[in-house]
């Protein structure tokens, strides 16, 4: 798929524009510069042309942001990697010299480029002011307003001309596998991020709340993709000062239920953390099929920890979610990273299971003679008929004479039986009795 990359200084408006072009609110926007810094990607689609749009962070060096030469490194990889660049100006404002500088910068990479200037609300503006933005010697300039769409016609027209056309009779890809990589700050989510899709595409730093956008990469695996979704580290609001990050964080929440998978990311030298704890909540709570990347093996392994002990601490603390497979990686030396693709592929299927009434009556009893079940009073009562009602999670209705509903304990116990019985690992089950 082609990319058409955005770029530009920050504060020009590139998010606002990318969200009007997807015609929907994917980027961030906030009215503080800097908010993005990752590469976010998205499939976009203008008059009959399909690409891929990234949104980037903003070009320049400050003092003042001492991850500003990281987030213009990343942009630049976005720029010689696109099949068109569109250089986004602050129309309020005159050329600045370093505007002129990365014109001429784009221009040698010899890639199809277009030069919007954006932030032109009115009729006056648009006629008053704007000679100097002809001194890049471009042929055609595009006057826009982002935020109000104006002028927006003529440069989705030029971006889909300029995008080459896909080849006839070429099969249509496959929908990606959307998976999530969740967790508090600092467990090493963008580094695993990068390791996954093989190349520097996200940010990476010691400072907490680095990630402030969700920022997805499509990652192709042979003939199947994943749509890698790197999440801003999830921490209490109080607990965060930059309301950048703030956004960043209430984003990633709503974010969860929209994954097909979710890759809980935990760091091996202090987990279970309490936060740990809270973000594999949001986990369970939102239906989602689950696998845990236990991160930063390396430094475990010189203690000789081994995984059925790591296992044991983890899910003493967070039984919650022990259905879920643990898989140890480090995104450092890429050790059983790719587990996280097969495993991923796994639980999503395993999430999507129909099993058909027959067995499940079979199952159930077989169940029954073992162990009978007991309601939330505390009195014994019989099932008489299961049947499978949904899946994402899978959904099973039992038909029984109990009123208050299972007791906690039996209803651990038989959803435990269920997912031996029919491999229903890294998926929750969610029961209904009638």
């Keep these: 798929m082609?990319?058409?990359?955005?770029?530009?200084?920050p504060n020009a408006g590139k998010s606002t524009l990318f969200n009007r072009l997807l015609r929907q609110?994917?980027?961030?926007?906030?009215?503080?510069?800097?908010?993005?810094?990752?590469?976010?990607?998205?499939?976009?689609?203008?008059?009959?042309?399909?690409?891929?749009?990234?949104?980037?962070?903003?070009?320049?060096?400050?003092?003042t942001e001492p991850l500003s030469s990281k987030v213009k490194d990343i942009a630049w990889g976005a720029a010689k990697s696109a099949d068109l660049i569109v250089l986004l100006l602050d129309g309020k404002n005159n050329l600045l010299p370093a505007e002129l500088d990365l014109y001429r910068a784009l221009k040698k990479l010899d890639k199809p480029l277009l030069v919007a200037v954006n932030k032109i609300d009115s009729g006056e503006e648009r006629t008053i002011g704007l000679g100097d933005f002809y001194r890049l010697g471009e042929k055609r300039l595009f006057f826009i307003s982002a935020e109000h769409k104006i002028?927006?016609?003529?440069?989705?027209?030029?971006?889909?001309?300029?995008?080459?056309?896909?080849?006839?009779?070429?099969?249509?890809?496959?929908?990606?596998?959307?998976?999530?990589?969740?967790?508090?700050?600092?467990?090493?989510?963008?580094?695993?991020?990068?390791?996954?899709?093989?190349?520097?595409?996200?940010?990476?730093?010691?400072?907490?709340?680095?990630?402030?956008?969700?920022?997805?990469?499509?990652?192709?695996?042979?003939?199947?993709?994943?749509?890698?979704?790197?999440?801003?580290?999830?921490?209490?609001?109080?607990?965060?000062?930059?309301?950048?990050?703030?956004?960043?964080?209430i984003k990633a929440r709503k974010n969860i239920p929209l994954a097909d998978v979710l890759c809980l990311v935990l760091d091996a030298g202090e987990f279970p953390a309490h936060q740990d704890a809270a973000v594999a909540k949001l986990a369970f709570d939102s239906g989602k099929p689950l696998l845990i990347a236990l991160n930063k093996w390396d430094l475990l392994l010189e203690d000789g920890v081994n995984i059925a002990r790591a296992a044991k601490v983890l899910f003493a603390r967070l039984e919650f979610i022990s259905y879920a497979p643990l898989v140890t990686v480090s995104a450092l030396t890429g050790k059983r990273t790719n587990q996280i693709f097969e495993m991923a592929d796994k639980v999503f299927r395993n999430g999507q299971k129909?099993?058909?009434?027959?067995?499940?009556?079979?199952?159930?009893?077989?169940?029954?003679?073992?162990?009978?079940?007991?309601?939330?009073?505390?009195?014994?009562?019989?099932?008489?008929?299961?049947?499978?009602?949904?899946?994402?999670?899978?959904?099973?209705?039992?038909?029984?004479n109990a009123k208050s509903g299972f007791a906690p304990a039996y209803e651990k116990f038989f959803i435990q039986k269920l997912r031996e019985a029919f491999d229903l690992w890294g998926t929750p089950i969610k029961l209904v009795l009638k």
């Design 25 to 63: 609110k994917r980027s961030l926007v906030h009215s503080l510069p800097g908010m993005t810094r990752d590469r976010v990607a998205a499939p976009c689609v203008l008059h009959g042309k399909t690409f891929e749009l990234v949104d980037t962070g903003g070009f320049f060096d400050s003092k």
């Design 2 to 9: 082609s990319q058409v990359a955005i770029v530009g200084y």
């Design 354 to 400: 129909k099993i058909p009434t027959p067995r499940l009556n079979k199952f159930l009893e077989e169940v029954q003679a073992k162990r009978g079940p007991v309601s939330k009073a505390g009195q014994r009562f019989r099932i008489k008929y299961m049947t499978q009602h949904g899946v994402l999670p899978p959904t099973f209705v039992l038909f029984g």
């Design 151 to 249: 002028g927006l016609s003529d440069l989705e027209e030029a971006i889909a001309d300029a995008v080459p056309e896909e080849a006839i009779g070429a099969p249509a890809p496959a929908r990606p596998l959307k998976i999530a990589l969740i967790g508090r700050t600092n467990v090493g989510k963008s580094s695993l991020a990068n390791r996954l899709c093989g190349e520097e595409r996200f940010l990476v730093s010691e400072t907490p709340g680095t990630t402030r956008d969700s920022a997805d990469i499509l990652v192709r695996r042979g003939t199947r993709s994943y749509l890698l979704v790197d999440m801003a580290g999830i921490r209490k609001l109080n607990r965060v000062a930059d309301e950048r990050e703030s956004a960043g964080v």
